[in-house]
């Protein structure tokens, strides 16, 4: 599984990193993000996609499993 | 005006019919074409003065240039600004540049208003129509070309340009054969924040109608995208608590409301029986506007969001 870290990146860089990702059409992915807006658009770029999106906050630390 | 309101500029009264208007804005490039930056750098810290029903004058420059940038850049950013300021009929009469990391441009300027016609952001009344002029979406729209330029249609990217470049004096001229009661410009919070303050500040209710707005299209589709400034997640945040969104419309119109707009146009609050006359003299000047809603006596909530 492929996993992008956006740590530290601010939109629209995360969305970049996950659309070039998603460019190998896999059915999983992980992001790793420390920002809300970062959750937010990185989630709906993902549902856009096709793909569902689970978030686990670790205390300001989030990580996303994007799965079809 | 005090310090409580958060107008547009500071006003400085120097005799019974003159006062004077103060303001700046300055930002870093928001497009690569030096010329344009400082086009739409100068309109943008030109409108607080609009928006506060003046007539600006003379301006100065405010730039930081790293010393890596040619000067061809530096020239074609002052072209831009002094180009756009001759338009508005403003000097540009010096200014200050210094070294930094980062370029920045704008301008510090100077306006006049007779003291009886200033336009605050805190004078709206029950009963009033708003107008907003241009379009709204900017910001998403710059966000998905920042992303990824082929993303974004060129037409739709030359418009987006074209309008933060555009001047709100054409508006204002028009605004000012009406009886405007309270005027704001649409710049980083968003038409939900700027609306929220001018509801604060006026002591109503504002009541948005988000279907007859004027935005672009294009813009719904990158916020379904996630590409969506993270200042319109801010917007979102300041406001929270103050708005009250019933209407069921899509998320993504939801997002262009509290989009922040760089030089966006002017929000304008006036008896409910002259939007029309407004709205059309605004067309027949060739500014783009529409209706965004009315006011109200203050309620629950500063912001009612409706279809």
């Known amino acids: ?68 | 005006m005090g310090y409580d309101k958060s107008d547009d500029a500071s006003v400085y009264k120097i005799s019974e019919d003159t006062a004077v208007i103060n303001t700046t804005d300055f930002f870093p490039p928001i497009v690569d074409d030096p010329y344009l930056f400082g086009q739409i750098a100068a309109a943008n810290a030109i409108s607080d003065v609009y928006a506060m029903g003046g007539v600006p004058k003379l301006a100065l420059n405010v730039m930081t240039v790293p010393k890596s940038l040619d000067m061809d850049t530096v020239r074609e950013i002052l072209r831009g600004g002094y180009d756009k300021a001759m338009e508005a009929g403003v000097i540009i009469t010096g200014g200050h540049t210094i070294n930094s990391e980062e370029p920045i441009y704008g301008l510090a300027v100077t306006g006049f208003v007779h003291p009886d016609k200033v336009l605050s952001n805190s004078a709206a009344r029950p009963g009033d129509a708003l107008i907003l002029t241009k379009r709204l979406g900017t910001g998403i729209i710059t966000t998905a070309a920042k992303a990824d330029a082929d993303m974004v249609d060129s037409q739709v990217l030359e418009s987006v340009y074209a309008q933060m470049a555009t001047l709100n004096k054409y508006a204002a001229e028009v605004m000012a054969d009406f009886d405007v009661h309270s005027c704001t410009d649409i710049t980083g919070f968003g038409l939900v924040g700027h609306a929220c303050e001018m509801a604060m500040g006026s002591a109503t209710s504002i009541h948005i109608q988000a279907e007859g707005l004027n935005y672009y299209k294009d813009a719904m589709e990158f916020a379904d995208m996630g590409l969506i400034p993270a200042g319109a997640y801010n917007n979102r945040d300041y406001t929270k608590g103050k708005v009250l969104n019933e209407s069921g419309i899509p998320l993504a119109l939801e997002d262009i409301l509290y989009d922040p707009q760089t030089s966006g146009g002017l929000l304008i609050a006036l008896p409910m029986d002259q939007a029309e006359a407004c709205l059309k003299r605004m067309a027949a000047a060739g500014v783009t506007a529409c209706k965004a809603g009315f006011v109200t006596e203050a309620d629950d909530y500063e912001i009612y969001i409706e279809k």
């Open chain 1, 1 to 68: 599984m492929k996993t992008v870290d956006a740590r530290g990146l601010s939109c629209p860089q995360p969305v970049i990193l996950l659309k070039k990702a998603m460019g190998s059409k896999e059915n999983a992915y992980e992001l790793i993000a420390d920002s809300q807006t970062v959750v937010e658009n990185c989630t709906r770029f993902a549902k856009s996609q096709g793909y569902n999106v689970s978030v686990n906050d670790n205390g300001g630390e989030f990580k996303l499993s994007i799965t079809k």
